[in-house]
């Protein structure tokens, strides 16, 4: 069963254009780096010199999977945030929620990088606040 929690957001003109970036998780770094690797190791196959088996197992494989990391977190290290915003990607994220037993969840944690907008979000949410289902912190 999926639950669908509906509040506003009132992001500034600015900060708009983050609220769709996520934030890179572990998983998503290492598709990307392996999809890179597999596109790596295809060109070596097709364009690189012949080298024997065991020297592409144990040399060309680990600096190819070497390479693709440092190529995706280098790109993941070079956004920057632009004039205006505290974060490259979203200004809120979840940092925890309450639950009870089995899986019914019983309130949010929402963790702010902006303290402006963190203000902002309680004012436009004050009843959700004041029942106590969403607590507003900074990150």
């Known amino acids: 069963m999926e639950i669908k929690v509906v509040l506003p957001f009132p992001y500034c003109e600015i900060c708009a254009i983050t609220a769709n970036r996520r934030r890179p998780s572990v998983l998503g770094v290492i598709a990307v780096s392996s999809l890179l690797s597999l596109i ?17 197992i144990y040399m060309v494989v680990p600096i190819l999977i070497a390479l693709s990391f440092s190529l995706v977190l280098g790109s993941y290290a070079l956004r920057k945030r632009s004039k205006g915003q505290t974060s490259f990607y979203q200004p809120v994220k979840l940092k925890k ?24 979000f309680s004012l436009a949410n004050q009843s959700v606040l004041v029942a106590k289902k969403l607590k507003v912190s900074s990150a």
């Open 40 to 56: 790596f190791g295809m060109f070596w196959i097709f364009f690189g010199p012949q080298l024997p088996e065991e020297q592409i």
């Open 97 to 120: 929620t309450g639950h009870r037993w089995p899986a019914d969840v019983t309130g949010l944690e929402l963790a702010f990088t902006n303290p402006q907008y963190a203000q902002k």
